[in-house]
Each structure stands twice: as C-alpha cells, then as structure tokens.
C-alpha cells in the first residue's frame, strides 16, 4: 500500500487549501482513514478519521466546522479540505489508513493506521 500526499502550502490566515492523498494498493471507501498533523517540537495529534464506508466520521474540537474529510472513489484518493485555517494549523499533515476496520475508540489513535504518506506541509501566516 501507497499513499501520496500533496496539496500543502503556504496560505494567510482565513485561507484555503485542499489536501490530497492518492492510494494504491488497498480500497479507501472499505478501510478506515484518517488525517494526523504534527508541528515542531509537538507530538503528532489527530485531526480527523472516518471509519471504513463511511461509517461514522470524527473530528477534532480545534478544526470541526472547518475541516471536512471525504474520498473520491473513482480516483481512490482522500481529501482534507480546510476553511477558516489559522496560524495554529501550520503543521506536517500525514494521511494515514488502517487494515482494519476500527471501532470508535480507536480512530483517533494514531497506533491503530497501519499505512502512512510521507506528510505535507501546511503553513499559515497571520
């Protein structure tokens, strides 16, 4: 399994950027996924997860109501796309998707994601 990440950049506060994450190898509608970030000197912190078909999806207090997660079946690639983006947002953003189907409890942990991108980077200038 292949993920590729891409669509970072450099934005102003109040900005927008689409995140993206090409698979290969494994189906993204049957398996859980989920978008991690982590900034310098920080440890990694989960942003968002949706469980396998679409089953449940899971947000993080600090992006709901300006991050959406979603995947394109046809193209078998996840997309982040971010609204409102603040200063606090600059991190590394990982796409991340698990073997398994993961149950509510878990998709907020980053130990149960099983394939990662190489990680993207979001910076937002005030």
């Known amino acids: 399994v292949q993920l590729q990440a891409s669509g970072g950049g450099l934005v102003q506060a109040g900005g927008s950027l689409r995140l993206s994450c090409a698979a290969s190898?494994?189906?993204?509608?049957?398996?859980?996924v989920a978008w991690f970030r982590q900034s310098p000197g920080k440890e990694r912190e989960f942003v968002v997860a949706?469980?396998?078909?679409?089953?449940?999806?899971y947000y993080a207090d600090s992006v709901k109501g300006r991050f959406t997660i979603s995947i394109e079946n046809a193209k078998n690639t996840m997309f982040l796309q971010m609204n409102g983006l603040k200063p606090e947002d600059t991190a590394v953003y990982y796409c991340?998707?698990?073997?398994?189907?993961?149950?509510?409890?878990?998709?907020?942990?980053?130990?149960?994601?099983?394939?990662w991108g190489q990680g993207t980077q979001v910076t937002v200038s005030s």
């Open positions: 991340a998707v698990s073997r398994l189907g993961l149950i509510t409890s878990q998709v907020r942990r980053g130990d149960q994601y099983d394939y």
């Open positions: 949706r469980k396998a078909k679409g089953l449940g999806t």
């Open positions: 190898g494994r189906t993204l509608y049957t398996s859980a």
